[in-house]
């Protein structure tokens, strides 16, 4: 348990009475911190004034990277990633709570360098996503010795236009995947490690989370019983959905499966009453992103990650 005391204020980790505070500002964060059992309370570091409200809250996650921490061929200059993010309530501006986020700061970063030592082998590098047009956030960064690793685009395609159909191979079929069953998702998890470059997949925490959400559903393509493709959407607003987690089996490249269930889930998107779906890929994925430009996507927005490398 981590506790630092102010005079206004204590730091301390994350209890479950502090769910319904922290839904006043930010219900999917509340969400999050009840049902995704990846985010432990050790991770997350809370804010609290004298009157116990919470001002303030800065977790740890686990990214998707750690899921091949235990591969005893991986390279040694891989880099497994911690997510790091601060949220601030509604009740006050960055510029009147600048020691509150220096301080939830030195313990997330204390925090990761104690997970660092559980691996003193491995190259561990705490990471946040901003925005282009933060540069506030952007400078802050910077200055506490975080560099900017890479960025990703943000695409958006139009429902209100026109979605061609794609033709496919017979051999193929696309459903509507419910993973209604223990297996069905392992089985999931299992081909998108094996639609991966580098083999890493969700945890089975995060892909259970995200089934729990807003309008969740998956278009994935078998072969046979085999899971061969897959695309997932889930809710963003009343008139926005992400489609995301996209993957291709190596072997079944090139035979228009990516296009296919894609285009599945704009259609039904689409008949869902959507107006704009979204996606993330990264900069330099070219040949994906000409994929997603030929389905329709534009550029909407860019991200840069930047990310804080720990010491051994």
């Not at 432990?40 to 091949?68: R, Y």
């Not at 990633?81 to 986020?101: A, H, T, V």
């Not at 489609?243 to 689409?270: C, D, N, Y």
């Amino acid at each position: 348990m981590t506790k630092i005391k102010n005079r206004h204020y204590v730091i301390r980790n994350y209890t479950e009475e502090d769910a319904d505070k922290i839904a006043q500002f930010n219900v999917v964060l509340m969400l999050t911190y009840c049902y995704n059992g990846d985010y432990k309370p050790e991770n997350i570091f809370c804010a609290v004034d004298q009157e116990n409200t919470i001002m303030a809250v800065g977790h740890l996650e686990f990214d998707q990277t750690w899921s091949i921490m235990n591969k005893t061929n991986q390279s040694i200059d891989y880099v497994y990633k911690l997510n790091l993010d601060i949220s601030i309530s509604n009740n006050g501006e960055w510029s009147s709570l600048l020691p509150i986020r220096e301080e939830l700061m030195n313990c997330l970063i204390t925090r990761a360098n104690e997970i660092k030592n559980q691996f003193p082998e491995r190259n561990i590098r705490v990471c946040h996503n901003i925005s282009t047009d933060k540069i506030s956030d952007i400078d802050y960064y910077l200055s506490k010795g975080f560099m900017s690793k890479r960025s990703q685009f943000v695409m958006k395609r139009d429902l209100t236009e026109e979605i061609k159909n794609v033709p496919h191979s017979d051999k193929i079929r696309i459903i509507n995947w419910k993973m209604k069953t223990k297996e069905e998702e392992k089985q999931y998890l299992r081909a998108e490690a094996k639609g991966d470059l580098e083999g890493i997949s969700w945890s089975l925490n995060r892909l259970r989370w995200t089934k729990g959400g807003p309008e969740w559903d998956t278009f994935t393509a078998f072969a046979g019983e085999d899971v061969v493709g897959s695309v997932m959407t889930w809710g963003i607003s009343e008139n926005r959905s992400a489609t995301e987690s996209i993957f291709v089996l190596p072997e079944w490249r090139q035979k228009g499966i990516a296009k296919a269930v894609i285009t599945e889930a704009l259609k039904f998107l689409k008949e869902k009453g959507k107006s704009e779906a979204t996606l993330c890929v990264l900069s330099d994925n070219y040949k994906a992103i000409a994929l997603y430009q030929s389905l329709g996507y534009k550029i909407d927005s860019v991200f840069l990650e930047f990310g804080f490398d720990l010491s051994s």
